[in-house]
């Protein structure tokens, strides 16, 4: 039984001031629960001078020190499991882990581990639950220059529950974090064929402006919409989330000139084909929309796609002729059914 069993709810701490006994703390870095083993009697009330929302460390955040101001109530400030600091503007950060108020890129990789069921993520992925384990050091992470420019977790059993690999409820499996934008550097990032990845695409992924290759296909538990800062991604070139569940219509903003390969196949996209189809698209090779819900007719610009070689827009429910001026994409050597 832990000791906010005893004293009550984390988040309505009693006036408890002191320490949390150690016999409560787990063992510490022994202990087979990882957030004891992260955090210690943290884990069950944050000590005085700190906060914590909960009243103590989570999976996902530790405790953060209050900055003292003339004027604080001296019994307050050594009362353990505070929820927030009296007179002070120490903002909570989520994700931080070591209560300095940034996120680190290794704290970022610790919440994806954490919201994502890391723990079956398999054997060869353990180290990311450690965070002195340096993130170069991480299975699936490649560095350049000690930045994270390498995410590849297709081998990480990602949001599974147990060897029988059911899908876990919402509140076990969190998704991608929007904290994962703080990866800054970052520049291929694949989490392909993850058949129990429940989440959304965050609209923070417009803030990694460095990233030139995306595959998330192959997750049929990716919902949700297409965020339209992906327009913000002027490096990105390879561009896959055919095979996931996303709705709503395809963002115009997505079509920069830049990109080589879109894949959007076998989604639920609505609406009508964008309207950015044209003359910029100058480098597109691949073009791929097929088993969608997309209406209406192809544009006519289509056929300045110059760079075009295989094109597949079958299983919607378009209308009308095919453009003439389909036949200017000279490079084309692959066109998938229509119909």
Known sequence: MFLTDIVGHRT??????????????????????????????????????????????????????????????????????????????????????????????????????????????????????????????????????????KLDLTDASMCVTNDMKVAPSPQECKGIPAEISKLSKLEILTMNRRQYLQSTIPSEIGELTNLKYIDMSGCPMITGTLPSTIGQLTNLKYFNI???????????????????????????????????????????????????????????DIGKLIALENLEMYGNKLVGVIPNSLGQCINLKRIGKFC
């Open 242 to 300: 055919a095979g996931c569940r996303l709705n709503g219509t395809i963002p115009e903003e997505l079509f920069q000139p830049q990109l080589e390969k879109i894949h959007l196949s076998m989604n639920s996209f609505t609406g009508t084909l964008p309207s950015t189809i044209d003359g910029k698209l100058t480098n597109l090779k691949e073009l791929m929309l097929s088993r969608n819900y997309i209406n209406g007719t192809i544009p006519d």
């Open 12 to 149: 309505h701490p009693h006036s408890l001031t002191g320490t949390v006994p150690k016999i409560f703390c787990g063992g510490g870095a022994r202990s087979s629960n990882l957030l004891l083993r992260q955090f210690g009697c943290d884990a069950i009330l944050c000590p005085a001078g700190t906060f914590h929302p909960n009243g103590a460390a989570s999976l996902f955040s530790g405790c953060r020190p209050c900055s003292p101001k003339r004027g604080d109530n001296p019994v307050s400030v050594k009362i353990l499991g505070r929820t927030k600091c009296n007179r002070t503007t120490t903002k909570f950060v989520h994700g931080d882990l070591n209560g300095d108020g940034e996120l680190s890129e290794r704290e970022v990789l610790r919440l994806l581990y954490t919201y994502t069921v890391g723990r079956n993520w398999g054997k060869q992925f353990e180290s990311w639950a450690d965070t002195s384990v340096h993130k170069c050091d991480l299975n699936g992470v490649v560095c350049v220059d000690n930045y994270v420019a």
